[in-house]
Nanobody
Framework: QVRLVESGGGLVQAGGSLRLSCAAS????????MGWYRQAPGKQRELVAR???????NYGDSVKGRFTISRDNAGRMMYLQMNSLKPEDTAVYYC???????????????WGQGTQVTVSS
């Protein structure tokens, strides 16, 4: 069973920083894209950042220049360093990964349970 587990969320004041982590585990053969999405109450889910197995990155316009996505441990760990946080960054942040398992030949999307980030003004 593939699992994605986020950690690192919490309450922080505007201008502060948080570092989110996502650990991928299970019978993983390969991970292609990994990314962070977020969803605030009453709003659509949006892409925050994504990173490929080769290290290429993309960022949502609203976080570009403030957030940094990275991977290590052969791509099994993903991080999101969030600096200069704003109240509008408040949301549940979800880890996402496109994965092929040892018992499947298809790329599938997996999601973590999410971690709450709250930024106070």
């Amino acid at each position: 069973q593939v699992r994605l587990v986020e950690s690192g969320g919490g309450l922080v004041q505007a201008g502060g920083s948080l570092r989110l982590s996502c650990a991928a585990s299970g019978s993983i053969f390969s991970i292609n894209f990994m990314g962070w999405y977020r969803q605030a109450p009453g709003k659509q889910r949006e892409l925050v950042a994504r990173i490929t197995s080769g290290g290429s990155t993309n960022y949502g316009d609203s976080v570009k220049g403030r957030f940094t996505i990275s991977r290590d441990n052969a791509g099994r760990m993903m991080y999101l360093q969030m600096n200069s946080l704003k109240p509008e960054d408040t949301a549940v942040y979800y880890c996402n990964a496109k994965i092929i398992t040892y018992d499947s030949s298809l790329w599938r999307d997996y999601w973590g349970q999410g971690t709450q980030v709250t930024v106070s003004s």
